[in-house]
């Protein structure tokens, strides 16, 4: 069928040609015929170029674009036109298209792409339908992302065909930064490079790495923690005497890495014990790496973290003059999900509110950027009982976007509970965090991940997300007060009161109730299901969410009733004491 609807190309790089390829295939596989006679592919300045007298009509916003992603859907005659302001942009424009024109939802990485009746997405942009021969577009429709910077952090998964999934997701859902550590770059980022490549992402480099070039041997044989608390020792960046042969070690490694944008590496997870302000000297180190890197021929941007390892504020909050040369990672652990910013109602929440805000304040005026990482997919943080999180996310987003930051990323952490299907379960989380980042309204967001379930599941499906994030949000708000633990790790809740055991325990039986509740609703819904559309494609997959949804369900019960039998024995041993 593609060979129906020819597209053209205006340029021949890597990215156009391969969103060339990605638009064939789509087109073939939706077996939808179009009214057009053509497609065309390209940036504004080939645009420009190919048709000077035609380009502003056609994509007249690019001119003035803010953003290095957006782009133009706009139909001329019997043609459409998918314009980007960069050659990523324009392959966004195709993911776009076929998601106006094909109905094509792409929910979870790996799995083919939902068809969603897209009637009132059509309806947006005319009154017509897409099947009408008189169908056309009064003006050109525009796109662009609330931030520039919009990426996800991996740290520790290793599992490289689902990595592999995830960078088809990321373009698909316009994400356009991937970040790794360079221990998992090192293990997994050859099978990655031309899929990103392709795609036209950057990737960044970084995180807790200072071990893979310090002791590079012990680091290769290293199995990686789920979680980063495992360093037994904080780097001095007083002490120059190890930065020179440190810093030649990541110019050579960044060599041979394609689409590297920036490094943004990070201290040890842990806090520090120096007496002297610790932001100064690793700020500086950053500096320094900055200047070498140039010195080496590598343009690649640097930015330094503010994190509060190990609850240290002092590697959080600005005491200094901020950078005037690299730019700035803002991360604040132990937030408690329950609340938008600014208006958390713990000590530490309000802090590092204003933490952000001075940053925010010192960077706009010293001219360098500032992204928010966030950890919407950490199941760590989050803990196994792990949190849907749209509204916060959503509104996250719009609150972050007013407050001028530059970018957001997501961090995505496994969860290795045996029969727990972390990967799909974290998808939720992810997807709204990319949706919004384009200005998808919450209702739509929603309306989208449901499209994937059964019809006669829908309505149970986002009445649990609304409930999870209701009941599962609460445990967010202990990380700080049980730091280094969290209420689902009791053994190592050394200060905890005999209140807040109470109200960890309620909390655990509210999970569990409404976990068992939901299991009832799947099976009482699984006789609505058909036999007919289990044989189909479309059925098959949505039997799979069926699947994953009542296996994330039985996790959420038996792992709360776990954790709280750990509690009571707890609390029966200290009785005896």
Not at 129 to 147: E, G, M, N, R, T
Request: net charge negative; proline share 4%; charged share 25%.
């Amino acid at each position: 069928m593609s060979s129906d609807l020819p597209l053209e190309l205006l340029g021949e790089a890597r990215v156009l040609r391969f969103a060339m390829r990605e638009w064939e295939q789509l087109y073939e596989t939706a077996g939808k015929a179009l009214p057009l006679d053509r497609i065309v592919l390209g940036t504004w300045e080939q645009l420009r170029q190919a048709e000077p007298e035609r380009s502003v009509a056609i994509a007249g916003k690019l001119a003035e674009a803010r953003y290095e992603d957006e782009f133009v859907i706009a139909r001329q005659g019997d043609g459409v036109y998918l314009i980007g302001s960069s050659e990523r942009a324009a392959l966004y424009a195709v993911y776009q298209f076929a998601e106006l024109a094909l109905g094509l939802h792409w929910i979870f990485p790996g799995q083919p792409p939902v068809r969603r009746d897209s009637a009132s997405a059509c309806a947006a942009i005319s009154s017509d339908s897409w099947d009408s021969p008189d169908f056309s577009i009064a003006s050109s429709l525009h796109y662009a992302p609330v931030l520039e910077r919009r990426g996800f952090v991996f740290e520790t998964i290793e599992d490289a065909p689902f990595m592999q999934a995830m960078v088809d997701w990321l373009a698909k859902n316009k994400i356009n930064e991937i970040f790794f550590t360079f221990t998992l770059w090192d293990k997994i980022g050859q099978e990655l490079q031309e899929p990103i490549a392709d795609r036209g992402l950057a990737v960044t480099l970084g995180g807790h790495s200072a071990s893979f070039f310090l002791h590079r041997q012990a680091a290769a044989t290293e199995t990686n923690a789920d979680h980063p608390y495992t360093a037994k020792k904080q780097l001095d960046y007083t002490d120059g005497s190890w930065q020179p042969g440190f810093i030649r070690q990541i110019a050579d490694y960044c060599r041979s890495v394609r689409d590297l944008k920036r490094i943004s590496l990070w201290p040890e997870d842990i806090k520090h014990q120096q007496a002297e302000d610790f932001l100064t000297p690793y700020i500086a180190f950053n500096e320094r790496l900055k200047e070498e890197l140039l010195q080496s021929g590598l343009l690649l941007e640097v930015e330094h973290i503010a994190y509060n390892a190990g609850l240290a504020w002092d590697m959080l909050e600005l005491r200094e003059q901020p950078s005037t040369d690299i730019d700035t990672l803002y991360a604040y652990w132990g937030r408690d999900y329950r609340f938008g910013l600014g208006k958390g109602e713990s000590a530490s929440d309000q802090r590092a509110y204003t933490a952000l805000q001075m940053w925010r304040q010192q960077l706009e005026s010293s001219g360098r950027k500032l992204t928010v990482f966030e950890y919407y997919s950490d199941h760590f943080m989050l803990s196994p009982l792990f949190p849907m999180l749209a509204k916060r996310i959503v509104e996250d987003i719009r609150s972050y976007a007013e407050a001028g930051v530059y970018g957001m990323t997501n961090l995505v952490v496994p969860c290795r509970e045996e029969g727990y299907p972390y990967q799909w379960n974290q998808t939720f989380n992810s997807y709204v965090f990319a949706r919004a980042l384009w200005n998808d309204s919450l209702d739509e967001i929603e309306q989208q991940f449901a499209a994937a379930f059964a019809g006669e599941l829908q309505p149970h499906v986002l009445k649990l997300y609304e409930q999870l994030e209701e009941e599962t949000a609460v445990l967010t708000k202990w990380n700080v007060p049980l730091f280094p633990a969290r209420a689902v790790d009791p053994v190592k809740a050394v200060s905890c009161t005999e209140d807040e055991k109470e109200q960890v325990l309620a909390q655990l039986d509210r999970i569990i109730a409404l976990a068992e509740r939901y299991l009832a609703k799947l099976e009482s819904t699984e006789a609505m299901a058909g036999a007919a559309a289990a044989g189909k494609a479309a059925g098959a997959g949505k039997a799979s969410q069926r699947l994953q949804l009542g296996q994330t369900l039985v996790h959420y019960a038996s792992y709360a009733r776990r954790i709280k039998q750990q509690w009571l024995s707890l609390i029966l041993n200290e009785g005896k004491t």
